[in-house]
């Protein structure tokens, strides 16, 4: 990861009030780089190991973009993202959210620092070839895809 990515991901997902929620794509995206999502992901996984005297970050108002939690196994802390939501005022239905009305526009949407580049993150171990096209790969000229 390029260095101080969590700490920008952090501060896109303290912008979101609460009733509101967030993608992982969204905050990919506001950061400058939409084929990041999954590392959004691992930022916020990584909050276990932030200092407690930071500022908090409402790791629970961040959600897919199909409007479900994403729990990945783990099922208490699914769980425990929907009760927060619901206190504040975030309604599922059939356990998705409504992003039309609860998705957050970020309006007065701030920089938190300079957007990472999406090739830095990805590119390492992967060949230049490789790292952007439609699934990721990049068709070489004359070389047919298999």
Same mark, same amino acid.
């Given at each position: ?12 997902? !303290? ?8 993608? $992982?794509? *969204? ?38 973009? *199909? ?9 208490? !802390? ?5 009760? %927060? ?13 409504? %992003?039309?009305?609860?998705? $957050? ?15 830095? %993150? ?25």
């Amino acid at each position: 990861m390029g260095p101080g990515w969590n700490a920008r991901v952090y501060a896109v997902v !303290r912008q979101c009030p609460a009733g509101f929620v967030t993608t $992982y794509g *969204q905050v990919a995206t506001l950061l400058g780089s939409p084929r990041v999502a999954r590392h959004v992901g691992y930022a916020l996984a990584a909050l276990a190991n932030v200092d407690e005297t930071d500022e908090p970050v409402p790791w629970h108002r961040v959600i897919n973009s *199909q409007g479900r939690i994403s729990h990945r196994g783990d099922v208490k !802390r699914a769980m425990q993202q929907e009760r %927060l939501l619901e206190k504040e005022g975030v309604v599922f239905v059939r356990d998705r959210v409504d %992003l039309r009305r609860f998705l $957050y526009p970020y309006p007065d949407f701030r920089w938190p620092e300079d957007p990472v580049d999406a090739d830095e %993150l990805l590119g390492e171990g992967v060949p230049t070839g490789l790292r952007s096209g439609r699934s990721g790969h990049r068709r070489r000229s004359g070389t047919p895809f298999t």
